[in-house]
């Protein structure tokens, strides 16, 4: 049997810790097996050989020893560097584009490996650029200076759109997603989020829940718009006031943006508590340490299309999950069986959803916990897409 390889290739930096990279990790290892090897390599202005690369799982590679560039003429390099580097593996060649909010690798290597290397290349369809959220304090003059620079973001990426039809095909994260794209390329697979539900779950003993409080955890990027957090630590605070004994706990990247008013409302409400940018394994602890784990997120545009990559690795840890009705979230999460979901941006449904988990927790956890669980391995399991993957990207 010929041997394929993949090349998944961006500006991201596969080797960060990131629901991206976890992402296409897991892409990488529904694609990987004894005839199939995966490398994720990230635009860099080095040599690329072997010596490179770190075996991160069994025949996936991850491009470790690098320089990264966003320079335009060290992308032509790459790019070579890139194309040699395949030459020299003997078998069938296959180019993913993991997208990013450049331009300049996009089109120069759907062009190069494309129609100069004449190889099949396919683009991971995430998110749509041009609807990409931001927060800036009203009034202030980095929100002037936002607002030009999302005008001449949005005429980019809108002007970008039409590419989608080069590609061989487009691998899309939601059924919104598919319909999109569609208007560009008819050759579409939908993958959704992808996990491994028989993973072992390694923890610390750091402590990341507080005692004699139901602890509700987020993990994440830390971003008042996309996630609706605003909203949701009001509900926490106001419903603490009401003698609910709640702690909100959050961990993951704040938005740069958002960062001195986050720290002051954690500063002011002992509710609200911020445990840092985790690794892999304080990261698993934080989750296994919440008793519900939520993704409150209203409607925009960016979460219409998009899909939480947050919603495999809550179910994974065996906690009760609650979440807005956004993008596929319906599709898999069923209210009172494996989860709960409310409609986004509706305060009263939310707070009212809480009380009733608050209050009914131990009895909830006996039955919603093993149906969360099975739904990880029926719909998430990275497995049950490798055929179709496969099959797809070739």
Do not use: W
């Not at 936002?146 to 002007?159: C, D, L, N, P, Q």
């Not at 940018?277 to 989750?287: G, V």
């Not at 009895?363 to 990275?382: D, G, M, Q, R, T």
Request: positive net charge; proline residues 4%; contains cysteine.
């Amino acid at each position: 049997m010929e041997f394929t390889y993949y090349y998944i290739y961006s500006n991201f930096d596969f080797t960060q810790t990131s629901a991206g990279a976890t992402r296409m990790i897991y892409y990488a290892k529904a694609l990987a097996d004894i005839n199939h090897k995966v490398f994720l390599v990230s635009c860099c202005s080095t040599k690329i050989d072997n010596e490179c690369f770190k075996e991160m799982e069994p025949n996936i590679f991850v491009l470790e020893k690098k320089k990264l560039t966003k320079n335009f003429f060290k992308t032509i390099f790459f790019l070579k560097e890139l194309s040699s580097f395949s030459n020299s593996h003997s078998g069938k060649k296959v180019y993913i584009y993991y997208p990013y909010p450049l331009v300049s690798l996009e089109i120069l290597a759907l062009i190069f490996f494309k129609y100069i290397k004449r190889k099949p290349v396919y683009y991971e369809l995430n998110e749509i650029p041009k609807y990409t959220s931001s927060f800036h304090a009203p009034g202030s003059f980095r929100a002037l200076k936002y607002s030009i620079k999302r005008i001449v973001f949005k005429t980019v990426f809108t002007v970008m759109e039409p590419f989608l039809i080069f590609y061989d095909g487009l691998i899309c994260i939601s059924t919104a997603m598919v319909n999109y794209g569609k208007r560009y390329n008819k050759n579409i697979l939908r993958i959704p989020i992808l996990t491994d539900p028989y993973k072992n779950i390694k923890k610390s003993s750091n402590l990341y829940a507080k005692e004699n409080l139901t602890n509700i955890g987020f993990s994440g990027s830390i971003h008042p718009t996309k996630e609706n957090l605003d909203s949701f630590i009001n509900i926490i605070t106001d419903l603490r006031k009401k003698g609910y004994k709640l702690s909100f706990n959050l961990c993951g990247t704040i938005f740069e943006n958002y960062r001195n008013d986050f720290v002051e409302i954690c500063r002011l409400r002992d509710e609200i508590n911020y445990y840092g940018n985790l690794n892999p394994k304080e990261f698993s602890t934080f989750l296994s340490q919440q008793d519900i784990l939520v993704i409150p997120r209203g409607f925009s545009l960016q979460n219409k299309y998009g899909f939480s990559t947050k919603l495999s690795d809550y179910l994974n840890h065996k906690k009760i999950i609650l979440l807005t009705d956004i993008s596929d979230n319906k599709l898999y999460i069923k209210d009172g069986f494996n989860g709960f979901i409310v409609p986004p941006d509706n305060e009263l449904e939310m707070s009212n959803k809480l009380i009733y988990i608050y209050e009914n927790l131990s009895v909830l956890n006996k039955h919603i916990i093993p149906n969360a669980i099975e739904s990880s391995k029926n719909y998430f399991y990275f497995k049950n897409y490798k055929k179709e993957l496969q099959n797809f990207v070739k």
